[in-house]
């Protein structure tokens, strides 16, 4: 049976307003402050540290926040992604990967 894979890549602009959107929204950043200067890391697994332009100290998010915040930010810019697809990510050259596999029914 075929299956529908698709794979959405993420440039550092854009998880970096994936992140500060995230933030503003869970009380971690007031008005005003962004994501900046990015570390993209997986081992043991994929997580993100940024700080903030008032280079304050940094904050980090593990793999479940990451895909939290992917997931919205898709949302937000009108990217479907399908509940019932199994999702991974995958990070490469300093990008963010999201793999979806949709089996056919």
Do not use: W
């Amino acid at each position: 049976m075929p299956t529908d894979i698709r794979v959405i890549d993420f440039n550092n602009v854009e998880i970096e307003e994936a992140i500060t959107d995230y933030c503003m929204r869970m009380g971690r950043f007031t008005p005003g402050k962004r994501a900046t200067a990015l570390t993209l890391s997986n081992r043991p697994e994929i997580a993100v540290s940024f700080g903030d332009a008032s280079d304050g100290p940094r904050s980090h998010l593990k793999q479940t926040e990451v895909v939290a915040v992917l997931i919205l930010y898709c949302k937000k810019v009108g990217i479907p992604i399908a509940q019932r697809a199994s999702k991974s990510l995958r990070i490469a050259n300093d990008a963010v990967s999201r793999h979806l596999a949709l089996p056919s029914s």
